[in-house]
């Protein structure tokens, strides 16, 4: 079964730490992965991409990695501030012939405190 | 360029009512998915569109839910004969191709009194 399964659950941290956020997949064959941010009350917005053959991609701050072998993928916020206070969502493509369907994470709410 | 564009922000209505939610895609997007998120819940999709056609409704209940992408105008989720369990969030997200980058609105809250 296609699924993927974010860990923790939920995270509190203080402003200025680092943290990293951990995405585990089944999904299979497997298009490309993302990480969204969710901010209360707002839609998600696209952080990173990465396909099969790539290892790892920064946008600032985030920095996420990818082992296709394993089936795994981590965000990891540097220097956490208090805007990173948030839900982080896995997604997975399912490349499922000509109908791609994209499998979400139930997200990682982060909490970051002065 | 507007992002994707949702109203009304905030609907509410009584057991039985029809709701009615809205969604203008981005420039350039052809491509529509809505997604409902029950609160301190995950993102859930309900069903993909492209301009005028139903592509994927595997996520959408059987009776009362219905949508469109007609060929002029917003895409619109429609929410029939409402029960308390239709409150929740409704997003819109577009992209330019199946697959590519969704960006959402804004969302729309749906209270059933």
């Known amino acids: 079964k296609n699924q993927v399964e974010q860990s923790p659950q939920s995270l509190i941290i203080l402003e200025g730490k680092n943290c990293t956020l951990q995405c585990n997949y089944t999904v299979s064959p497997f298009s490309n992965l993302r990480w969204y941010k969710q901010d209360t009350g707002r839609g998600p917005v696209s952080l990173t991409i990465?396909?099969?053959s790539e290892n790892t991609k920064s946008n600032g701050r985030y920095t996420a990695t990818l082992d296709a072998d394993t089936k795994q993928s981590s965000l990891h916020i540097t220097a956490s501030q208090l805007s990173d206070s948030a839900s982080y969502i896995c997604v997975v493509t399912h490349n499922a012939g000509n109908n791609r369907k994209l499998i979400w994470g139930l997200g990682t709410s982060l909490g970051v405190n002065p | 360029n507007a992002g994707v564009m949702q109203n009304p922000r905030h609907l509410v209505r009584r057991r039985g009512q029809e709701a009615r939610l809205r969604c203008s895609p981005m420039k350039g997007h052809s491509h529509v998915y809505w997604y409902r998120q029950l609160p301190e819940e995950g993102l859930k999709f309900m069903v993909y569109l492209q301009k005028e056609n139903i592509i994927d409704e595997s996520g959408m209940p059987k009776e009362r839910f219905s949508a469109e992408f007609p060929k002029e105008g917003p895409s619109i989720l429609r929410i029939q004969q409402v029960v308390r369990g239709d409150s929740a969030a409704y997003f819109c997200?577009?992209?330019?191709?199946?697959?590519?980058?969704?960006?959402f609105g804004p969302g729309t809250r749906l209270l059933v009194l």
């Open positions: 990465m396909t099969f």
């Open positions: 997200a577009s992209s330019r191709g199946h697959g590519e980058t969704q960006y």
